[in-house]
């Protein structure tokens, strides 16, 4: 019954070399979004989509880049990891405009870099 | 801008006892959502508890309630007869109903559930 669905949930990449992170979701929401947490602080928001509309948070650096093929999908490009981009990666969805406002979780990508 | 801040980073309870976690935000809208979200350690966020701030009453959900105070920009969650499985890191979130597509959320507070 998995609603939003995040995959894989472990990634190890070398220092320098793109990874792309996939998140799906059968909630048919408008909004996904895609954040970086690091060990025990609050999730940062790095860029969401309201449908097709990208919006990017202005400190995400530009070593981050986002695609939405469709509704379902959404992937997180990661051009050139450093140490630094090591972290829990979280999608999340919601539908806005309608009653729930609430966002729903993916299980997360813990990304490691090597 | 908005901010959310809880200013415990770690708070403890026995179980079957009532622990309350803080929480303070700071807006100039004056309508919004406030949400409390909890993450065991297995990662996966979930919803605890919703509070739109055009509602006067306080939400609650079983065992879980909140204490909504607008003028103050507070937003507490009452925990009460607490369980193992309580344990969680618990966050804080706002989100503007103008802007509705973006949450906010605060540093969270690491609950701890002794038997």
């Known amino acids: 019954d998995a609603m939003v669905i995040q995959n894989p949930r472990y990634q190890v990449t070398q220092f320098g070399k793109p990874v792309t992170l996939s998140c799906s979701q059968t909630l048919n929401h408008n909004v996904m979004y895609w954040y970086q947490q690091k060990s025990s602080q609050a999730p940062k928001l790095l860029f969401h989509y309201y449908d097709k509309d990208f919006n990017n948070e202005a400190d995400t650096p530009d070593n981050f880049q986002s695609r939405r093929p469709n509704t379902s999908f959404c992937f997180l490009d990661i051009r050139s990891p450093g140490l630094g981009d090591a972290a829990m990666y979280l999608c999340?969805?919601?539908?806005?405009?309608?009653?729930?406002?609430?966002?729903?979780f993916g299980q997360g990508t813990r990304l490691t870099v090597v | 801008a908005q901010t959310v801040t809880q200013s415990q980073p770690e708070m403890s309870v026995q179980e079957a006892e009532t622990v309350t976690l803080s929480c303070t935000y700071d807006?100039?809208?004056?309508?919004?959502?406030l949400f409390w979200y909890k993450q065991p350690p297995s990662r996966q966020m979930i919803l605890v508890i919703r509070?739109?701030?055009?509602?006067?009453q306080n939400a609650t959900e079983n065992r879980f309630s909140v204490n909504f105070q607008k003028a103050a920009k507070s937003f507490s969650l009452k925990i009460s007869d607490s369980q193992l499985g309580d344990a969680a890191m618990y966050f804080c979130?706002?989100?503007?109903?103008?802007?509705?597509?973006?949450?906010?959320f605060g540093t969270g507070t690491r609950l701890q559930v002794f038997p």
């Open positions: 999340a969805t919601s539908r806005v405009g309608g009653a729930n406002t609430e966002a729903f």
């Open positions: 807006t100039s809208e004056s309508d919004y959502y």
């Open positions: 509070q739109e701030a055009y509602k006067q």
């Open positions: 979130a706002y989100r503007a109903s103008y802007n509705t597509d973006k949450l906010i």
